[in-house]
């Protein structure tokens, strides 16, 4: 089934589809947790809440949120802690350097799409030594707005010469299949991956469900397995 416009480009979201990078998040959040004399969050109901960064951490370890008077300044102050020690125990998910060196063979493209800044995205990919560099990389900054606008894809879209209706984007959060499908790509939720708090992935309207990363190269073979129409939903929320 070849595609019209030329070869497909897979685009990643970062933490919890491409790294495994709640130990670190988690761990910040503790160290933070332990200056104000709060006990620890435990690891698993932590790492739920990573695909949603600091608001996230924030949330589940002081019960706050971006409307709290305290939300800055802790913010900030988790931040620092997490840039700190931010590649201690984070790694690519297990199948993620073979699937980019397979898509490498292929002469697909790939990149990164993330809602990380560009001072935490940008060090932390440097450190994990890919095998192969992404094809571009568009961080939370790199937009006036961010994920689930569709405006960071549009914009990944340009760097590497490919029209949106081409591209996978492979994220584990609700917000990355709504961006996803706001810029006409076709999605795919990675269950192996943090899955946040919301619906179940199921009902996010993806084109199809990762067990493992692996399983992208499925969705791209000339017979790929059928694609269920998404359930009919309005417009994504890009507030």
């Excluded at 590649?87 to 350097?97: D, N, T, Y």
């Excluded at 584990?172 to 706001?182: F, N, P």
């Amino acid at each position: 089934m070849a595609d019209p416009l030329g070869p497909a480009a897979v685009l990643f979201d970062l933490d919890g589809t491409f790294a495994d990078t709640a130990p670190d998040m988690a761990a910040a959040l503790n160290r933070l947790l332990a200056r104000y004399d709060r006990p620890a969050v435990p690891f698993e109901q932590a790492r739920r809440h990573v695909s949603s960064g600091s608001r996230g951490m924030l949330a589940v370890g002081f019960g706050i949120g971006p409307e709290d008077p305290r939300y800055a300044a802790l913010r900030d102050e988790y931040l620092s802690l997490y840039a700190a020690d931010i590649h201690c125990e984070s790694c690519l998910f297990p199948g993620i350097a073979e699937l980019v060196e397979a898509l490498d063979a292929q002469g697909i493209c790939w990149g990164i799409v993330t809602n990380k800044p560009a001072w935490l995205t940008d060090p932390l990919l440097e450190a994990m030594a890919l095998p192969i560099r992404p094809a571009c990389v568009v961080s939370g900054d790199t937009t006036p707005r961010p994920k689930p606008h569709p405006d960071p894809l549009f914009h990944a879209c340009g760097l590497i010469d490919r029209e949106a209706s081409a591209c996978w984007y492979v994220g584990d959060d609700q917000r990355d299949i709504q961006a996803g499908r706001a810029a006409g790509m076709r999605t795919l939720a990675a269950l192996y991956g943090y899955l946040g708090i919301e619906l179940h992935p199921r009902d996010w309207g993806a084109d199809g469900l990762l067990e493992h990363p692996l399983e992208v190269l499925r969705f791209l073979a000339p017979d790929p397995p059928p694609i269920s129409p998404a359930p009919a939903s309005g417009p994504a929320d890009v507030a």
